[in-house]
Every structure is written in C-alpha cells, then in structure tokens.
C-alpha cells in the first residue's frame, strides 16, 4: 500500500516539474520579454503569474480545439 502512495505521489510530482519546465520554455520562446522582466524586476511571484497565465492559454487553446 504504501509503495502505492510513495509512486502515485512520485508521478505527480514529476508531472508537476515536466509541466512547469515546459511552460518555462514555452514563455521563453513566445514572451521573452515577459520572461524576463519577470525574472529581472518582479521577483518570483511575477515568474509564477506569468507561468499561469501560459498554462491557463494553453488549456484554453486545449478545450476550444476539443
């Protein structure tokens, strides 16, 4: 039961790190200048609201085209 948990928690966390690194990378390549005043200015609350906002387009692009 417990190798259950420890690998069900293991593949959400790892879900969670591939999806912050490839909206990581997709800001670069779209935005980078809100990629880098995000990083230069704001600190790491603008970095993670700029991340969110790419994550929710994406899902949004992801539904219409559903």
């Given at each position: 039961?417990?190798?259950?948990t420890?690998?069900a928690l293991?593949?959400?966390?790892?879900?969670?790190?591939?999806l912050?690194?490839?909206?990581?990378?997709?800001?670069?390549?779209?935005d980078?200048?809100?990629?880098a005043?995000?990083?230069?200015?704001?600190?790491r609350?603008?970095?993670?609201?700029?991340l969110a906002?790419?994550?929710?387009?994406?899902?949004?692009r992801v539904?219409?085209w559903?």
């Amino acid at each position: 039961m417990l190798a259950r948990t420890v690998t069900a928690l293991g593949v959400v966390m790892a879900a969670a790190a591939l999806l912050t690194a490839i909206a990581s990378i997709w800001l670069m390549l779209a935005d980078p200048v809100a990629l880098a005043h995000a990083i230069g200015g704001g600190g790491r609350q603008t970095l993670v609201g700029a991340l969110a906002a790419v994550i929710v387009e994406a899902l949004e692009r992801v539904v219409r085209w559903l």
